[in-house]
């Protein structure tokens, strides 16, 4: 069964930084373009990056030049800097685009504030 884990966040204050990690079950993983995503409370759930197999990367808007995604055979990382109060959101990882809806885990929450 395919797992995606997502671990790293917690409470900062604006202005700092975390890094988080989803470990992937299956290396499967490798062939799909992976995406971080987040659901702030009362907000539909929003793809925030992504990354190749190749390693191309995309941001939105709101995060480009703040968040990093990386990854490699077994983990996708996305490290966070600059943190504002709107970043504040439960975090997850998925294919992007979404192939299965079965691949949602618990998410990691991330709080930002002073």
């Known amino acids: 069964q395919v797992q995606l884990v997502e671990s790293g966040g917690g409470l900062v204050q604006p202005g700092g930084s975390l890094r988080l990690s989803c470990a992937v079950s299956?290396?499967?993983?490798?062939?799909?373009?992976m995406g971080w995503y987040r659901q702030a409370p009362g907000k539909q759930r929003e793809l925030v990056a992504s990354?190749?197999?190749?390693?191309s990367t995309n941001y939105a808007d709101s995060v480009k030049g703040r968040f990093t995604i990386s990854r490699d055979n077994a983990k996708v990382y996305l490290e966070m800097n600059s943190l504002k109060s709107e970043d504040t959101a439960v975090y997850y990882c998925?294919?992007?685009?979404?192939?299965?809806?079965?691949?949602w885990g618990q998410g990691t929450q991330v709080t930002v504030s002073s």
């Open positions: 990354i190749t197999p190749s390693g």
């Open positions: 299956r290396n499967i993983f490798i062939f799909y373009t």
């Open positions: 998925n294919t992007d685009p979404v192939v299965s809806n079965q691949y």
